[in-house]
Structure formats: C-alpha cells, structure tokens
C-alpha cells in the first residue's frame, strides 16, 4: 500500500480500536479493580484470540465462517452468553460491600471475595474476544477492504494489516488499562468502586443484548 493508503487504514484500525467495546470494557475494569499491572498482562489473552482469528483469516477460514449463518450466530449466541456471565456476576458481587485497606494489589479496596489470578484475567479477555463476532469481521471484513488483489499475495497483505493493527489495538488497549490503573489509585472509596462494578456489569449485559440483535 501507498503511504497514503497507510494512513487511511491506521486512522480506520484507530477509531475501531478506541471504540469502548466489550474487551475494551473489561481492561478498564481489570485495571480499576485489580490494579494496571494485573490488567496488562491479562492483554495477553486478549492477543491469543486476535492471533487465532488472524490465522484463520490469512488461511481462508474467516470468510467461510462469515459465509455460514450457522457459524456466524453459534459464535454470536457464545459471545452473548459469556458477556451476560460477567454482567451478572459483577452486578452480584456489588451486591455484597467492599473491605476498605489492604487486599488488592495498590493497597485499594478490594472487592468482596478472593481476588482473580491473573490467568483467571487473561482467560477473560480471551474468551470475551474470541467469542465476540465482531472480532471475526475485524479480521475477516475489515482487514481485506485494504489489500489489493493486483499486488498478488493477498495472505501476505493480511497478516501484516492484522498485525498492524493488533499493534493499534494494543496501544488503546494501554490507554484503557492506564485510565482503569489511574482511577483504582486515587483513593476511591469502597462504596464507589462497588458502583463501578454496577456500572460495568450493566454495561456488559447492554452488549450482550446489543450483540443478540446483531447482524451480519
């Protein structure tokens, strides 16, 4: 591609990646209640599924699975179902009050509870993204608006897009984590990040409905 041409697919890669979706959602979160660091690496889990999905596409299985409405919606009804776990879980945990002090891991108010590993963290970001139907058509729709098949190679195309954008995504990815670490510092009271957990778990069951009536 032109450099032109770059320019247009990072804006594009940008403003899809800043969109407050469900992982995006999540990392805040993480970070918010068990601290920046804990969030990050939980991005890992994330980038698992974003490089499962890319190799699919670059094999040719992304646009079979888009071809296929039994597919496209037994991932879709997947993805709803585990967005309305996590919303029906934080809006229950919140039920229950916080311990002000020590307990996670900046010191903060942790929530009620043992507190998750970080690979329980990470299995979350990657089966909220692989489960996400959205995800596929990144991959499988969006990516391919910017190859040229008179370059030859259309494979190649896609594998560096993917991971250009994986790279834009990861960027926002921080930025969420950062705001979440930034926040689970400032001293926010037990009470306050009990309302955060409402307010995410409510924000994930709207997904979930949004998503349900989702279309290709």
């Known amino acids: 591609m ?3 041409e770059w320019l247009s697919f990072v ?3 940008a403003v899809v990646a800043v969109s407050p979706g469900a992982n ?3 990392a805040l979160h993480n970070a918010l209640r068990h601290g920046a660091a804990h969030a990050v690496v939980a991005l890992a889990g994330r980038f698992t599924a974003f490089l499962v999905l890319l190799a699919a596409t670059v094999a040719g299985l992304g646009a079979l699975l888009l071809a296929s409405e039994a597919a496209f919606t037994a991932v879709k009804w997947c993805g709803v179902a585990y967005l309305l776990y996590l919303g029906a879980r934080l809006l229950w945990r919140s039920r229950a009050p916080a311990t002000d ?3 996670g891991p900046d010191g903060s108010a942790s929530p009620p509870g043992p507190a ?3 690979w329980d963290l990470t299995r979350g970001e990657f089966l909220v993204a ?3 139907p959205k995800a596929m058509l990144l991959f499988a729709a969006f990516l391919p608006q910017f190859t040229d098949r008179a370059a030859g190679a259309v494979p190649g195309q896609l594998a560096v897009l993917g991971a250009a954008y994986i790279g834009v995504e990861a960027l926002a990815a921080l930025g969420y984590a950062g705001v979440g670490g930034r926040l689970s510092r400032s001293g926010l009271s037990a009470g306050a990040r009990r309302l955060a957990d409402r307010a995410a778990g409510t ?3 709207a997904l979930a409905a949004s998503l349900a ?3 290709r």
């Open 2 to 4: 032109s450099g032109v």
């Open 11 to 13: 804006a594009a890669a």
């Open 203 to 205: 924000a994930f069951l």
């Open 101 to 103: 002090g020590p307990g």
């Open 24 to 26: 995006q959602l999540l």
């Open 213 to 215: 009536t989702a279309r």
């Open 116 to 118: 998750p590993s970080r």
């Open 130 to 132: 692989l489960s996400n």
